[in-house]
């Protein structure tokens, strides 16, 4: 019998993986996460029942979501990355030269230790010494500082079960 992971994007539209083996499940404070390995996409993280990333296209999202605005953007030297526990879109941002300091705030550290431990390669942005990590919420976080950043990148959880909130 074969387990199949199932997400709905839409009413009437469905997307299938199959599953060879589910490597965790844990109902954090903030949300339920899963990590899956899949027939042809290799590991998944899953939040409230979304992938976020796989291991064979994770890039995709990530190369978009960072490189564009960083691209339209003369100088930019400070970026914040609100979301983006997977580590991908603070890679691909790194990858500037011209980047000097990134801010990473992720609300949810199970998210960032769930990657540390299942995804070593997009977990070693997280050794990055001009990577900052901060474990809080996005919006306190940037209701309670006064710097300034000249790209800021929203990589937050899909408005989804609890995530509804954030």
Avoid at 117 to 123: D, G, T
């Amino acid at each position: 019998m074969s387990i199949w992971y199932v997400e709905e994007e839409t009413p009437g539209y469905r997307l299938h993986w199959k599953v060879k083996k589910v490597l965790y499940e844990q109902q954090t404070k903030y949300q339920r996460l899963q990590v899956l390995e899949l027939e042809d996409y290799g590991r998944a993280l899953i939040l409230d029942s979304a992938i976020q990333i796989t291991e064979k296209d994770e890039f995709i999202y990530n190369e978009m979501i960072s490189h564009i605005p960083l691209l339209t953007h003369p100088s930019p030297k400070r970026v914040l990355i609100i979301g983006g526990g997977d580590g991908g879109a603070a890679r691909e941002v790194l990858k500037h030269k011209e980047v000097e300091e990134v801010h990473l705030v992720e609300i949810d550290r199970d998210v960032i230790d769930a990657v540390c431990k299942f995804f070593p390669e997009s977990a070693s942005v997280f050794d990055n010494p001009r990577l900052k990590l901060f474990i809080q919420d996005g919006l306190e976080f940037i209701k309670s500082k006064k710097e300034e950043y000249d790209v800021i990148i929203v990589d937050s959880s899909d408005p989804i079960g609890p995530a509804v909130a954030v």
